[in-house]
Structures are given as C-alpha cells and as structure tokens.
C-alpha cells in the first residue's frame, strides 16, 4: 500500500511568491493534517481537515490557508512568503472516527525561500 | 503553556546497548503520546505509542514508560542497532484530544556506535 506522498519534493521560491503544496493520504484516510517543521527542531501543527471541513488551526498567519477535496487529498497554500517560511512541510493522515488514531507522514516538501 | 520537552539533545551508545531517551511534558489534558523516528530527509516515522490509562507498553525492541506524576515519557530500545540511528521524537495530543493536533518535542538525535 502506498503511504503518503507529497508533491513536490523540494521547492525554492522567492520572497513574496505564493506555494502550493500537494498531499494524498493513504488509502481509506479521511482526515488529514499539515505540519512544518524548521531545521532542528520537532514539527509544529498548521491545520486539520477532515471529512473537507478544518477541524484545527496552529498559530500560523493567515497567509497560510488549506483545503481537502472530495478525494480526501489536500493543498497547503501560503502566500506572501517570507525568509522564515523555508522549512520541511509535512503532511500526515489518521484513520478516521477513532479517537486517538495514529498520525502517518510523508516525506514532506522543502521549501526553500531566497 | 503546553510543551513537550526532551532531557538531551544528543544520546551516543555503543551498539548492541540499550537505549533510554526521556521526555518531559507539561499538559496535564494529554491523554495520548507517541513516539516517532525521523531518519535524514525523511518525515517522521511511528515506533510506539501510549494512552493515559496505561504506564508500559511494548512493541518489537520497544517499551515505551509513561509517568502521569512526574509528567515523564521515556522510550527504551533493546540491544541498538545502527540502524536505529536518527532524530527521536515524543509527541502529545495536548488539550485539544485530538492526534491530528499534535505537540512535539524538540528531538533527541540518537547516535549509534559500531
């Protein structure tokens, strides 16, 4: 079974572009969360969808935003980017409706902001 | 505030030792707590985790100890590998109950001798 992938891999943007960041949980996933994860340190919680409906929000601005498609997969969008957006962006899926349900990750995308 | 913490930025052990990385949380409404490994360019991946109304669980080479008392995690490895070598994360759900929400320590990088 595939686990969950993330697309792109690697990104370098400039300062003040927008990013789109892409994810498919694994098969049968319903709800799905965006992390992001600075150099040297544990990820940190941007959002959760599940069911297409944002069940969390992290302390992140508003230049973050997400969504979820009928086919559970979901797009991470910032804009404006700044310096301090350069960072490993995962994605991870959970079984749905179950409580304390196990967190999967991909392998993230980096992104870079020059 | 809610935080997870981990005693030691960096654990070395001779292979074939065991393994004991520790970690501290302060959210008192945390009822579920995992640990993950993250190898180099890779997200993090699931060892083990635990709920609130157990205190030991173990898997394959794993046991994971919980301490509601003392608010102490600790993750114990049997006879290291150096394929156990990698960025060792505890994680908790926090106030918010949810596991799509999760809270992360900082990581402790486990460094395994030949």
């Known amino acids: 079974d595939a686990g969950v992938t993330q697309s792109p891999t690697h990104l370098i943007k400039t300062r003040g572009q927008q990013v789109t960041l892409r994810c498919s949980p694994i098969s049968g996933h319903k709800s799905v969360s965006w992390y992001q994860q600075v150099l040297g340190q544990g990820p940190q919680f941007i959002f959760q969808?599940?069911?297409?409906?944002?069940?969390g929000r992290g302390n992140f601005p508003d230049r973050f935003s997400a969504r979820q498609f009928p086919n559970y997969s979901s797009e991470l969008n910032v804009n404006a980017l700044l310096l301090g957006d350069s960072a490993l962006y995962l994605c991870?899926?959970?079984?749905?409706?179950?409580?304390?349900?196990?967190?999967?990750f991909g392998s993230g995308t980096q992104l870079s902001v020059l | 505030g809610e935080n997870v913490g981990l005693h030691l930025p960096t654990l070395s052990v001779q292979e074939g030792d065991n393994s004991i990385i520790n970690c501290a949380y302060s959210n008192s409404a945390s009822d579920y707590f995992i640990w993950y490994k993250q190898e180099s360019g890779k997200g993090p991946q699931f060892i083990i985790d635990?709920?609130?109304?157990?205190d030991k669980r173990q898997g394959q080479r794993v046991t994971v100890l919980l301490n509601k008392t003392v608010k102490h995690l600790s993750l114990q490895i049997a006879a290291t590998q150096p394929g156990d070598s990698a960025v060792y994360f505890c994680a908790e759900n926090g106030s918010s109950g949810n596991t799509g929400k999760l809270i992360f320590g900082q990581g402790t990088t486990l460094q395994v001798k030949p």
């Open positions: 969808y599940y069911e297409k409906e944002e069940r």
């Open positions: 635990i709920r609130s109304n157990m």
């Open positions: 991870a899926s959970s079984l749905p409706g179950q409580g304390n349900e196990k967190l999967f």
